[in-house]
């Protein structure tokens, strides 16, 4: 093993079982090929990397990770439903009211970034956690590129709240890369049938929206970012909000869905200081509850 990858370990760590890695790793690769010992060195520069940042399984970090993921996947597949959504829902209306269909390279890029992102949150929370998150990431990572150019020439008071706009996505899309693979969420569904299936049911749902709302000008705005987050959460299932054991725990599982909110325009900073009462009335009413909890299975 490369004694350079090694050393990506912390040193206690690499005291106590680098030569446990070392052998594993040369287990892995012996007689591999250049793409499996690629992969192999990505996951223990990977892991190394987890250990120094303390988001191991083992650590409250990770767990804390770990609780956030499948949360901010659903706010992810939110986001980009909600968008898609109205995309879709205005070329509907142009070309109802005879506008000539001449769709721009940007806007088919756009939706593409969109459909990306969708899938890939959809296909994570189904259990193809990696290549889930990463198309998601991907696809987040499109549309802020493909609104570069505007931070330019917006004014000065204005630029830093579209940065957020761009990088907000973003972030909430490769947050669940911080999530330990042992924490990962379970396969729901397995087998290539059953993932497209998932996949166009995702797709047939953001059309249904789209005819719910026929005339497209935001008059049912709540359908829009409503019924996919619903969807999104119901696919995160029961184990994902089982996790949610403390009052940190809430607060980051609801932040992706805070700044998803803002940052779409669905609400307003007033309207946000609304939510976050409420979330603060959850989060005294969750500790109560432990509370209880505790003293029925510890009685006095």
């Known amino acids: 093993m490369n004694s350079a990858l090694l050393r990506l370990y912390p040193a206690r760590f690499r005291r106590a079982f680098g030569d446990e890695i070392a052998e594993s790793y040369r287990e892995a690769t012996e007689g591999a090929g250049p793409l499996a010992r690629l992969r192999e060195t990505a996951d223990v520069a990977a892991h190394a990397l987890r250990m120094r940042l303390g988001l191991g399984s083992a650590y409250p970090g990770g767990r804390l990770f770990a609780t956030t993921a499948p949360f901010a996947l659903a706010a992810a597949a939110s ?28 806007f088919t890029f756009m939706n593409g970034c969109y459909l990306l992102t969708l899938i890939g949150a959809v296909v994570a929370l189904a259990g193809r956690y990696l290549p889930g998150v990463l198309c998601a990431a991907a696809g987040t990572a499109g549309i802020s590129a493909s609104f570069l150019y505007p931070v330019w020439i917006v004014p000065s008071d204005l630029r830093w709240e579209l940065v957020g706009f761009l990088l907000a996505p973003v972030l909430i899309a490769i947050l669940p890369l911080a999530c330990p693979p042992d924490l990962r969420p379970a396969r729901r569904v397995r087998g290539p049938a059953g993932m497209l299936a998932l996949v166009v049911w995702a797709l047939l749902l953001v059309g249904a929206v789209v005819v719910i709302d026929p005339l497209g000008l935001g008059l049912m705005i709540p359908w829009r970012f409503g019924v996919p987050t619903v969807a999104a959460l119901a696919l995160a299932g029961r184990k994902a909000f089982a996790r949610i054991r403390t009052t940190v725990q809430l607060a980051v599982a609801a932040a992706p869905f805070m700044v998803t909110l803002y940052f779409s325009g669905f609400v307003q900073r007033d309207e946000l200081l ?23 299975v510890n009685p006095a």
């Open 79 to 106: 986001y980009a439903a909600f968008n898609l959504i109205g995309s879709v829902g205005d070329w509907y209306v142009m070309r109802g009211v005879g506008t000539p269909d001449r769709v721009s390279a940007l």
């Open 274 to 296: 609304t939510l976050l009462g409420v979330l603060a009335v959850s989060a005294v009413a969750l500790r109560l509850r432990r509370g209880n909890d505790s003293n029925t």
